[in-house]
């Protein structure tokens, strides 16, 4: 079974990867703990059968289990859920060992990760991610947080500002199997396949040619094609966060195409996930990259055609307004210095970060990416 070691300054942990893995949960934080009991946060959208099998497997290693279920609602990702989380972690008793264990999308891993962080200065905390996006990114790394409102303009009206409050708090471990992905529903597995295209994009050409040329089996959740995937996407992640630990630098590549998809993802009538505003994201990112000369366009053709056979969208699906969306870009909280930071593709395998991009560079992204999908 593949167990991939992320070693940071002040913190090593492992991350488990095996199709069947679920069952052994028990006893993989049994080897990593003697407390007594175990906090499992999960939320409504998990599989029954999921969350019936990991609490069997804690009980097994003879963990004493309090639980609480969080509404998997981007809405819902909020300060006031964490301090209702807080509230049930008082009333189970829980103490600065005992053991928290997120189990779900990356909703979960967040919400419950920032709660672990802060409750009680932080408690330990385990990621069991069961959605492909929460396993090739959110899961790993230690970002936790909350969305919180951004001010509100003239009409009174105020967005959720994306991830604003959190804390980095690596996880003591992640257990990832994908066996579970096939309870998905394509939609959501597909999301989890543009952080793997991103990843591709951002260190290993080779990986990208990998999701194009097994783009079928992929999308029929082949569980060691999967297996295979994971831990190439995760090794990326891995390599960027032992490196920045705290985004001081390389790690914010990871960011590629994200503040593009930061300012569609929120417009409603798009109806856009998050894995399909990064994927449009990646798009415009290759946009402006081509524009400025860091790609050519037969590599903006390969990150195209990948996303398309992995059946993700690369244009908007309606025309929006070009300086709402540039609006909304300057809210987005990567910019730094008042200088807008995007990450752009330099060459496939390769990316970079430019602060100095033109409000029409940025702009020609934008127009890439809409109109009709006949591209
Ligand atoms: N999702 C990007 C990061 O973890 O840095």
Known sequence: MPTLPVNLPHHEYSIHLKPGILPRVGEI??????????????????TESHGAVV???LNNAQFSLSQAQLTADEALKTLSTVSDLYGQMLEARLDRNCPVIALGGGLVGDVAGFAAATFLRGLPLIQIPTTLLAMVDASV???????????????????????????FWQPRAVIMDPEVLRTLSPRDFRCGL??????????DRDLLKFLTDNSRVILDCDAECLTTLIERSVSIKINLVQQDEREAGIRALLNLGHTFAHAIEPIKQLDLRHGEAV??????AAACALN?????????????????????PTKLPQPVDHGQLLLAMGFDKKVSDGQLRIILPDGLGAARIVNDLSLEEIKSGWAAVSGDDHG
Request: with cysteine; aromatic share 4%.
């Open 141 to 167: 790394g230690g970002k936790t947080g909350v969305n919180f409102p951004l001010p509100q303009d003239e009409s009174g009206y105020s967005e959720l500002g994306k991830n604003l409050v959190g804390s």
């Open 194 to 203: 543009a952080e793997c295209v991103k990843h591709a994009i951002i260190a």
């Open 279 to 284: 994927a449009i994201g990646l798009c415009a």
């Open 292 to 312: 400025v000369g860091s790609l050519t366009q037969d590599e903006a053709i390969e990150i195209h055609n990948a996303l398309k056979l992995l059946e993700l």
């Open 29 to 46: 934080v049994r080897d990593l703990t003697a407390h007594p009991g175990a906090f499992l946060i999960t939320d409504d959208n998990i």
């Open 55 to 57: 609490s069997k497997s």
